[in-house]
Each structure stands twice: as C-alpha cells, then as structure tokens.
T-cell receptor
C-alpha cells in the first residue's frame, strides 16, 4: 500500500515530556499538511510544507511545536514540554500540486493519537 | 474567514432508512468539497470529493450534492445499515488561500439502530 503512513499510531506521555511524530506522504506528493483534531471537533490546520519549505503555520502552533520536512519527503512534528491540552489526534495529509492554479485532493494518514497524562 | 457548519450534530435512525446530512459553508470561493467518514478513535476515510465545477458525486449508496451559490452540500445515504454508524465530516478547500488547507465542520455523529 502506498498511502500516507504515520508513526506511532498511539502515544501516551507524561506532562512535560517531549514527543515526536513521523509522517510519510505518498511518494510523489510535494505538499504535506498537519492537522490536529480534539475530541468532538473537526480537524484544524496546523502547518504545511511545499517540498521542504514550511510555508504557513497556524496560530494554533505554539512555540513548543516544531515541524520539519528535511528532504521534502517524510515530515516530523515535535512537541516540547507537553501539556494536557496537547492531547489530540494529529493527522497528516499529502497532495500533489503541479502549478499555481492547480487544486488537488488531500490524502490522509491514519493519525497519531496523543494522550498526555 | 471560511466557516463550515454541519447539522445535525448527532442523528439516530433505524436500519433501512434513507437519510440526509447537511453541510454549509460561508464563502463560496472553494475549489472542492469532501465528505469523510471517521470511526471512533480512527483516522479519516474519504467518501466523496466534489470539484467546484461539479454538482454531485455518487458512490454506491452515497450521493453528495454541492450548491456553491447557496453555500450548501448534502450527503444522502440510502438504505442505511448498522455499519454506516460513524462520524461524518464535511471539509471545503478554500480557493482564496495559497495553502489550500481544508476547513472542516464539527461532524455529524450517525447511529444506525438494528
């Protein structure tokens, strides 16, 4: 299967610890998105990459959050000094944009569920 | 700022009934609208994608319509089954944004009773 994959699928951590999640997009996709979904809500945009460049960050992304996509392939999302409010599902999606006026479907991974105790 | 609303928040119907889920959005400048299914604790499964130039899409027992001018979409589920129980999310791709981020509604939690 060549869909979007995420690792780990579940993470339980204690408040104050650092965590890192990984997303592997569909191989030819140049865009990668991170979303966060809290209980009972729809997903909300966090940030996105065009190849290796991080082009936009939501105000939801505090200074404790950092995302990278070093070679334009996989991406990592790190949360430092986790808080209970960080407990959520973190979803990754990828798409292929081939020009300034092209619009493409986003394909989602299975998500990483984070629980901060 | 684009906002997406889904009504109702929860719906419970007996097996076999046809049903309609509603989605509304505030800005008609969208490039597509997508319906997703989410099972408890799981990720998103894409059900139907409607491009902005289209009026509807069908897949099996599912039919989604799009009326950009009124800012509405509906998801029609025919002959519902207990396996259809899940949360259904609507999302629009905002044409005005370079990021093409998806803006989601809060979802409709659907329960089909045997």
């Amino acid at each position: 299967d060549t869909g979007v994959s995420q690792d780990p699928r579940h993470k339980i951590t204690k408040r104050g610890q650092n965590v890192t999640f990984r997303c592997d997009p569909i191989s030819e996709h140049n865009r990668l998105y991170w979303y966060r979904q809290t209980l009972g809500q729809g997903p909300e945009f966090l940030t996105y990459f065009q190849n290796e460049a991080q082009l936009e960050k939501s105000r939801l992304l505090s200074d404790r959050f950092s995302a990278e996509r070093p070679k334009g392939s996989f991406s990592t999302l790190e949360i430092q000094r986790t808080e209970q409010g960080d407990s959520a599902m973190y979803l990754c999606a990828s798409s292929l944009i081939w020009g300034p006026d092209s619009f493409s479907e986003q394909y989602f991974g299975p998500g990483t569920r984070l629980t901060v105790t | 700022k684009q906002e997406v609303t889904q009504i109702p928040a929860a719906l419970s119907v007996p097996e076999g009934e046809n049903l309609v889920l509603n989605c509304s959005f505030t800005d008609s400048a969208i490039y597509n609208l997508q319906w997703f299914r989410q099972d408890p604790g799981k990720g998103l499964t894409s059900l139907l994608l409607i491009q902005s130039s289209q009026r509807e899409q069908t897949s099996g027992r599912l039919n989604a319509s799009l009326d950009k001018s009124s800012g509405r979409s509906t998801l029609y589920i025919a002959a519902s089954q207990p396996g259809d129980s899940a949360t259904y999310l609507c999302a629009v791709g905002d044409r005005r944004e370079l990021a093409q981020k998806l803006v989601f509604g809060q979802g409709t939690r659907l329960t089909i009773n045997p």
